[in-house]
């Protein structure tokens, strides 16, 4: 049985990774920088290891006697005062080098969706400079490029809570997000499969206009929805990324660009939009 370190387990989609490595019996190094967010108790034979990833000693020696590595490390909504090249960059390589220190056969890293082809977001960028120095270092790889996560579609859910949808154009962009357990299986698949690229999104493919009925169904609310000019959503783009600091727009550029295009990936998994949906309003 393959030995695997990963990185990321007290994020949302690492937390699935886990869990769906666990499930299928594999032996798993947990690398976190607060073992206190991760209840090893809860896992059956999961070894903890507290590190810095951003700091290259403090990973010495964790990747010993293990196969392969996952990491699913990078800013999301973390308010470190740290950069995309700090993290989903930087840390990212720190582990490779650790990783192929120790004789580690496979990295499997999660980027995003067309992050390939949308350099010019700073996002995408630090995330591709991974990719490109991962396929330049002699492991095998995976780069698994996932559409949106349902965790950020809840953003619509919570629009649609306070009463309106705004959406960009007139809500005709498509896109078939994916739940974080569908996703996890595709992850541990890349332990043994042989593709080194795997673009991958949720099982149904939406227009933003259904997204926004769905939310206001699970909700029960009649729905109210405002759709926003391109003028406008580039307006905000450019003056977002003129007057503010790079770790403040990065996460706007990002979702002002992927909410405007249509975000089509090949289609798989089995947990609806809708389920979730009407998980969320259980939940109110
Ligand atoms: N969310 C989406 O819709 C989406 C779509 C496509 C691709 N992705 C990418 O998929 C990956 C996972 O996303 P996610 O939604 O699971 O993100 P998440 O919930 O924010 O998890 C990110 C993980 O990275 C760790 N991390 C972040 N900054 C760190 C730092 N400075 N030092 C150490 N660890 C750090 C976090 O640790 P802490 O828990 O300690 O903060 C967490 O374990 C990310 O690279 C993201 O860009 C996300």
Request: proline share 2%; with cysteine.
């Given at each position: 049985?393959?030995?695997?370190?990963?990185a990321g387990?007290?994020?949302?989609?690492?937390?699935?990774?886990?869990?769906?490595?666990?499930?299928?019996?594999?032996?798993?190094?947990?690398l976190?920088r607060?073992?206190?967010?991760?209840?090893?108790?809860?896992?059956?034979?999961?070894?903890?290891?507290?590190v810095e990833i951003t700091d290259r000693q403090s990973l010495s020696?964790c990747c010993?006697?293990?196969?392969?590595v996952?990491s699913t490390v990078g800013i999301t909504?973390q308010?470190d005062g740290l950069s995309y090249m700090d993290v989903d960059y930087q840390a990212n390589v720190n582990l490779l080098e650790e990783a192929r220190t120790?004789?580690?056969?496979?990295f499997?890293y999660v980027s995003?969706?067309?992050a390939?082809?949308?350099t010019?977001?700073s996002i995408c960028r630090a995330k591709e400079l991974f990719v490109d120095k991962l396929r330049t270092s002699?492991?095998?790889?995976?780069v698994?490029?996932?559409?949106?996560?349902?965790?950020?579609?809840?953003?619509?859910?919570?629009?649609?809570?306070?009463?309106?949808?705004?959406?960009?154009?007139?809500?005709?962009?498509?896109?078939?997000?994916?739940?974080?357990?569908?996703?996890?299986?595709?992850?541990?698949?890349?332990?043994?499969?042989?593709?080194?690229?795997?673009?991958?999104?949720?099982?149904?493919?939406?227009?933003?206009?259904?997204?926004?009925?769905?939310?206001?169904?699970?909700?029960?609310?009649?729905?109210?929805?405002?759709?926003?000019?391109?003028?406008?959503?580039?307006?905000?783009?450019?003056?977002?990324?003129?007057?503010?600091?790079q770790s403040?727009?990065g996460?706007?550029?990002?979702?002002?660009?992927?909410?405007?295009?249509?975000?089509?990936?090949?289609?798989?998994?089995?947990?609806?939009?809708?389920?979730?949906?009407?998980?969320?309003?259980?939940?109110?």
């Amino acid at each position: 049985m393959k030995r695997i370190v990963l990185a990321g387990a007290t994020g949302y989609l690492g937390q699935f990774v886990l869990k769906e490595l666990l499930h299928r019996a594999y032996p798993v190094r947990a690398l976190v920088r607060d073992a206190g967010k991760i209840r090893a108790a809860d896992y059956r034979g999961l070894d903890v290891c507290e590190v810095e990833i951003t700091d290259r000693q403090s990973l010495s020696g964790c990747c010993a006697a293990s196969d392969v590595v996952i990491s699913t490390v990078g800013i999301t909504r973390q308010k470190d005062g740290l950069s995309y090249m700090d993290v989903d960059y930087q840390a990212n390589v720190n582990l490779l080098e650790e990783a192929r220190t120790a004789g580690v056969e496979k990295f499997i890293y999660v980027s995003a969706l067309n992050a390939d082809k949308l350099t010019h977001l700073s996002i995408c960028r630090a995330k591709e400079l991974f990719v490109d120095k991962l396929r330049t270092s002699g492991l095998g790889f995976c780069v698994i490029r996932p559409n949106g996560f349902f965790s950020d579609m809840a953003e619509f859910f919570s629009m649609a809570q306070r009463g309106r949808v705004y959406l960009f154009g007139k809500g005709q962009f498509r896109s078939n997000p994916i739940h974080g357990a569908d996703l996890a299986v595709v992850c541990v698949d890349a332990i043994e499969s042989s593709d080194r690229e795997v673009e991958v999104g949720g099982p149904e493919t939406l227009t933003h206009e259904e997204i926004a009925h769905m939310a206001f169904a699970a909700l029960e609310k009649t729905p109210r929805i405002t759709c926003i000019s391109d003028w406008l959503r580039k307006l905000i783009l450019r003056s977002v990324q003129a007057f503010t600091t790079q770790s403040f727009h990065g996460p706007i550029e990002f979702f002002l660009t992927v909410t405007a295009m249509d975000m089509v990936a090949p289609e798989y998994g089995r947990r609806t939009l809708q389920e979730f949906y009407s998980e969320l309003s259980e939940q109110i």
